[in-house]
């Protein structure tokens, strides 16, 4: 077995063991750890992959988490359906909306995802015939089989992430993988050498809602319901905070960002309300000491971490 | 549907239109000149709007109390920017887009929960002077009488906002910031100190619409939320840097959103993101503002 499959492997094997360690709350947060890392590595695909900053990618997840909401309750599908469908409607959603935004670049594209954000956001939170507006949809329960432990459904969602990382991970080291690297450092020797850049953003992006689509369909039944908030722009900060914290520059980064995002938070609101102000605390801290994020700190340590991936960005823009 | 209620409609859009350009004009400033797109700029309207309410509460017994307060947020803002630029902004001028809108955010995040600290979860009511107490009628459309107020502060901070950039020393050189910091740097102005005044000008006009919208209704946490990103979308739709595409915009936002509410009330600030996504696919530099380096 090849060294840079080894840290993947034991963080599997350390989420497949840890419930059985861990008081159920921390099972809880562990799920969340999980659903969210999905999130945010889907995240990455358009900001470390592609060097774009979306800041209303939380749509995507919205729209996959509503997808299967509105299946589950209101037409009693089972979750196994709901899952490809949820995935497929925030890959249409994308198809529509990421046309136009692969169109700008920079500040243009993250003020235009956000733009779009709010208007998923506007639409599902007014919409209160079919979404239940702000009210949002309650009674989302896991299926029968999986019980009403907490066990069951974590490893539910275990299984359905690891095959959605490791599907990013085929992606992310594919031919179109390396395409969205050479886009990502210098979009127009890209454009150069023949390549259609904006097709090949676009398909990125319709991707990376899919796999957000993913993880949202998995916060519903977890939640037992979902709120229009999963799509507001502040939800949309949250994977940028994760990817930001673990390492842009590094497959798994997102998913160790959301693991310390989410264990600080479920850490910190226990003896205090304050927790927006410790998280900005944090952040500002992250970015102006170590903006590799913490996996880009210990790269040069720990060279089982060294990746391709993991070369910083030296091109701007 | 009669003429005196569409004027009607017409006066209440106005109104919300001059407090937003009351926010961007600050927003649109700083990112024109600094490329800073500031997140923290509507918390530091809210701010704006408490430390009015601490002034006011303090000289409640003087007839002049309730006007004084509002410059006077102004410029407690203000101070609270300046420290900010001085102390974090500054180190991030040069740093990737997404940390800069990671660290204004984070200090929108900070603020937000500062002002909670400060001034605790109850809402704060400012009880206005007799004077402005009744509407006035306007071609038989009644108006709250403050929000004449409201509309005539929003003009006079136009024109002086204009006034300083076209008549002033100092407004000429953000002009030419604008357009190029390097060539302003290159003739001898010392960029830092620009970026540290406008910045701290930009939350002071912050501060100052946060002390005019205090009393229009009662001030609550989680306002500024909301109006950050409309603040946004005036700003996209007006052009970064341009005072009347300023301007321009938010008479866009608050008229639109003012007639919607009319005839399709959920469709309000759905149309708003319409419009605001329109002009960047088709003008990303906005109605009136220049293509700008990316």
Redesign the interface.
Known sequence: MKNKYLFPVILFLLAVALPFIVPEFWVHVLTEILIMGLFAASFNMI?GYMGQ?S?GHAAYYGVGAYTTGLLMVKANVPLLVCLPLSMLSAGLCAAVLGY?CV??????F???T???G??VY??IF??YSFTGGDNGLQGIVPPAFLGKAANPYYFFTLIVVTLGMIALWIISESPFGYTMRAIRDNAERTEFIGINVQRYMHLNFIIAAVFAGLAGALWGPFNRSVAPDLCS??HS?MP??MT?MGGPFNFLGPLIGSAIYTLLMAFVTSFTE?W??V???V??VV??VM?GGLLGLLRDRLPFLRQNVGRAKET?? | MDITSLFAQFLSGLTYGTILFLVAAGLSLIFGVMNILNFAHAALWLMGAYFSYTFWSWMQGYSFAFWLSIPLAGLAAAAVGWVMEVVLIKRIYKRELYEQLLITYCIALILSDTIKLTWGVTNKLIVRPEIIQKPVFIFGAPLDSYFLFVIASGAAVAIGLWWFLKYTRYGHIVKAAVYSREMVGALGIPIPRIDTWVFTLGIFLAGFAGGIQAPIGSITLGMDTAIIIQAFCVVVIGGFGSLLGTLVGSLIVGEVMSFTILFWPEGAMVLIFVITAAILIVRPWGLFGTPMRT
């Not at chain 1, 169109?103 to 243009?108: D, T, V």
Request: net charge positive; proline share 5%; no cysteine.
């Open positions: 900001f900053l800041f136009f169109k700008l670049r920079g500040i243009y993250a003020i235009l956000m733009a779009f709010q208007l506007y639409i007014q919409w722009w502040q900060g940028v905070f930001v304050y927006p102000m998280s900005g605390i952040i500002i970015v102006l903006p701007n823009g």
